[in-house]
C-alpha cells in the first residue's frame, strides 16, 4: 500500500475531565495484598485489582455504600509491595486518609499513610459486602411468582394504575411490597 507520508496524521485526543490522568503507586504488605486480590476475585471476577479499585471507588462516590470500619486484623509482616494504580484512586485514598486519620489512629493503631490504604481498602471490600448482603438476588425462577401475580392482577392494575407492561407492574407491585414490609419492621421495633 503507498500513501503520502506528509499528508497522513494521527489525531490523538486528550480530554482533560479523563479522571485517570497518571498512575501512582501504593506500598502494600504481602498480608493485605493477598486479601485484597482474593477479595477482587469474589466481586470482580478476572479482574485486575487496579480496576476493582476505580470501580469500588466510584460506586462509594455514588453512594451505592459508605466505607464503614469493620473489625480486621491486619498482618503487617514482611516487606513493602507497591501496587500501581491510578492517581485519582491515589488522591481519593489520601483525601479520606486526611479525613479518617484520627479515628484509623484509634482503631487501627495505624501509623502512616500506607497502612491506611492498606485497611481502607480491605474495609471498601468488607462494606461492599455487607452492602451486598442487603441486596435482594433473585434467580429467573425466582420471578414465576412474580409472573403469575402478574397475570393474576394484570385488569386491576391496569384500571387502578394504568400499569401496561410487566416491568411497570413489578416496579410497582415491588415497590408496594418494600413498603408494607418496612411498615411491619417499624411496627416490631416499637
Request: proline share 2%; glycine share 4%.
Amino acid at each position: 500500500m503507498n500513501y503520502d507520508r506528509e499528508n497522513f496524521s494521527i489525531c490523538i485526543m486528550f480530554d482533560n475531565s479523563v479522571p485517570g490522568q497518571g498512575y501512582s503507586t501504593i506500598g502494600l504488605k504481602p498480608g493485605i495484598l493477598t486479601r485484597l486480590h482474593k477479595s477482587t476475585e469474589e466481586y470482580y471476577p478476572g479482574m485486575f485489582l487496579p480496576s476493582a479499585l476505580i470501580m469500588i471507588m466510584n460506586e462509594i462516590k455514588q453512594g451505592f455504600y459508605s466505607v464503614d470500619m469493620h473489625k480486621i486484623k491486619v498482618d503487617f509482616s514482611g516487606r513493602y509491595t507497591s501496587l500501581t494504580i491510578r492517581s485519582d484512586v491515589k488522591q481519593w485514598l489520601e483525601e479520606n486518609y486526611q479525613n479518617l486519620k484520627e479515628d484509623y489512629e484509634r482503631k487501627y493503631k495505624v501509623a502512616s499513610f500506607t497502612q491506611f490504604g492498606g485497611i481502607f481498602m480491605l474495609n471498601m471490600f468488607e462494606s461492599k459486602f455487607y452492602a451486598q448482603n442487603y441486596r435482594i438476588r433473585l434467580k429467573e425462577s425466582d420471578f414465576r411468582w412474580l409472573v403469575e401475580e402478574y397475570e393474576k392482577r394484570r385488569q386491576e392494575y391496569k384500571i387502578k394504575y394504568n400499569v401496561q407492561t410487566f416491568e411497570q407492574f413489578a416496579d410497582l407491585f415491588l415497590k408496594d411490597l418494600f413498603e408494607r414490609m418496612n411498615a411491619a419492621k417499624k411496627i416490631l421495633t416499637f
